[in-house]
């Protein structure tokens, strides 16, 4: 396993970290896994080395944290484990169980810690995000939570590059802790970041931790414009608003050939993709077979040819960015 450390931070992450979003209770997602199916995911995962886990409040309502800190907390010593979780996303009716208030973020990381069963996160990041959101008082709790000694370090999850860098300098201005990392929805498929997000995290030290380097599993193989051979493929509602154009499918065509002349599997070519992008320090991948694990690992020593790479990029079409059409 090749450990990095996270963005300017001195926290080594292993550079391919296990999702724990299809951990949790199936009454949440129908593809979801619980506990006696996602034990052993994690397991191999800590026997490969993997060391960086990430989790959100919002996953099965909470049951991820729960599954993850159980699993991880029975096999390892905490101090051996990078745990990073999220917020935002709605955990109650009330208009206040949400966002980035002071009073919300100050109530979510304590119930995160209470699931996870641990003193500390040593993550702990924006999640879905809101235009609306104050950004003073969002980075003075994120600071607060640092200076109480509740989480280590405070990221983004796919944040407008202006209103990151924005953030960045009221920290810088008013002395508090800054973010330090970025998770970016970021594959073959979705290269917006490209643009901005990316450039900026590259020149301010920010890692980058991208999630769903495979798409959602469209990067797999078997893909065709009207589903795929997963129960998730079939049922996610994400992947079908996401992915799924002609130029999609013909980029996880490439994958494929290219897959299948190196005798390995697409998603191996498409994870090896993302670790060669400049920036980035590990990438999230999702796991729902124990041999995903594996394929991760691996992906990690395949070097994929300058002939390879023009051949997966070229075939990219841009998308329009939210709220320019």
């Avoid at 699993?71 to 390892?76: D, E, I, K, M, S």
């Avoid at 643009?195 to 991208?210: F, K, N, T, V, W």
């Amino acid at each position: 396993m090749e450990y990095v450390r996270l963005g300017n931070t001195n926290l080594k992450i292993s550079r391919v970290g296990l999702g724990a979003m299809a951990f949790g209770s199936r009454s949440w997602r129908d593809w979801i896994l619980e506990e006696p199916e996602a034990r052993p995911i994690i397991d191999r995962a800590l026997d490969l080395g993997i060391n960086f886990f990430d989790s959100s409040d919002y996953y099965s309502g909470g049951e991820s944290e729960v599954l993850l800190g159980r699993c991880l907390l029975a096999r390892v010593a905490r101090e051996q484990v990078v745990i990073a979780t999220k917020a935002g996303n709605p955990m109650g009716p009330a208009v206040t169980e949400r966002g980035y208030s002071r009073k919300h973020l100050l109530h979510a990381v304590d119930a995160s810690l209470a699931r996870l069963g641990t003193d500390y996160i040593d993550l702990y990041q924006t999640h879905i995000w809101d235009l609306e959101t104050g950004l003073e008082e969002m980075v003075d709790a994120f600071d607060h939570l640092v200076r109480a000694g509740k989480i280590l370090h405070a990221g983004i999850t796919t944040m407008p590059a202006w209103q990151l860098g924005k953030c960045l300098a009221i920290a810088r201005a008013a002395g508090r802790h800054p973010f330090v990392s970025a998770q970016n929805h970021y594959n073959l498929i979705h290269r917006e970041d490209e643009r901005e997000l990316m450039p900026l995290c590259r020149s301010e030290g920010l890692g980058l931790i991208p999630y769903s380097p495979l798409a959602r599993g469209f990067l797999c193989g078997g893909r065709t414009a009207k589903g795929g051979p997963t129960l998730r493929a079939r049922t996610d509602e994400f992947t079908h608003m996401w992915h799924g154009r002609r130029s999609d499918l013909k980029v996880a065509a490439r994958v494929e050939r290219i897959a299948a002349r190196r005798g390995v599997p697409p998603a191996q070519v498409a994870l090896a993709w993302v670790l060669t992008r400049p920036g980035i320090s590990g990438a999230l991948f999702g796991a729902t077979r124990v041999e995903h694990v594996d394929d991760a690992v691996e992906a990690m020593s395949l070097t994929l040819s300058a002939a390879e790479l023009r051949s997966l990029e070229s075939a990219y079409e841009p998308k329009a960015l939210p709220g320019t059409v």
